[in-house]
């Protein structure tokens, strides 16, 4: 079992509707980081978060240590936020999640 | 504040040959990290320098190693290069080795192995 799922994998969406990204670990950690990752390899820290819950703009992510499970949320999906986006728990180093593959149409 | 660097940006290599990649941290930062994501693979942690020092190291051979400077730049070789490096390499700084920090990435060196 990996020790990091992310689902679902792929993903397709109309502009404008909400996005669910789950993510669940089975590895104590200390924090979780979500990455957004842009054709051509360009990475970008979208949030660190250890607890609760926090939003910048348009996504809200969300953490329940307890369970051990993370969400990431777009609200008022754009094309532009076509991306893959990763879910990395910090142990003693970032495990990666394989990732979830996101297509928004116009 | 500039981000963090990556050099080169393609790196073109022959089975058997050595590779460096090279990155610049975000200044302030003192630890880097080097990740591998090779295609169809997701990302794995390769290497973490703080300090000078490396501080954790990845499920990798050892034809895999580097340094960070005194500058807190930081070097990735890999020798003996085998067709299955070829992959996308990332490079993140952050603050220093109190857990847990933000990772800020660089734009990657795609390193092709033919």
């Known amino acids: 079992k990996n020790e990091v799922e992310q689902s679902p994998q792929n993903l397709t969406a109309q502009e404008g509707e909400f996005i669910t990204i789950n993510c669940s670990y089975s590895v104590g950690i200390s924090a979780l980081h979500w990455l957004q990752q842009h054709p051509g390899g360009g990475i970008v820290s979208l949030f660190m978060?250890?607890?609760g819950k926090k939003k910048h703009g348009r996504l809200i992510a969300t953490i329940n240590i307890q369970e051990k499970h993370s969400s990431l949320h777009i609200t008022a999906s754009h094309p532009r936020d076509s991306a893959v986006y990763i879910c990395a728990p910090n142990t003693d180093k970032l495990i990666f999640g394989t990732g979830t593959r996101l297509q928004v149409f116009p | 504040e500039a981000g963090v660097t990556q050099s080169p940006t393609h790196l073109i290599k022959t089975r058997g040959q050595q590779a460096t990649l090279r990155c610049s941290p975000i200044s302030g930062h003192t630890s880097v990290y080097w990740y591998q994501q090779a295609l169809g693979l997701g990302l794995q942690f390769l290497l973490w320098?703080?300090?000078?020092?490396?501080?954790n190291r990845g499920n990798f051979p050892p034809r895999f190693s580097g340094r960070q400077f005194p500058n807190y730049s930081s070097e990735l070789n890999v020798n003996a290069l085998e067709l299955e490096d070829s992959a996308l390499y990332l490079c993140?700084?952050?603050?220093?080795?109190?857990?847990?920090?933000?990772?800020?990435f660089g734009p990657g060196t795609r390193l092709t192995v033919t």
């Open positions: 978060l250890s607890s």
């Open positions: 320098y703080d300090e000078g020092e490396e501080r």
């Open positions: 993140a700084s952050s603050r220093g080795d109190s857990d847990p920090l933000e990772q800020y």
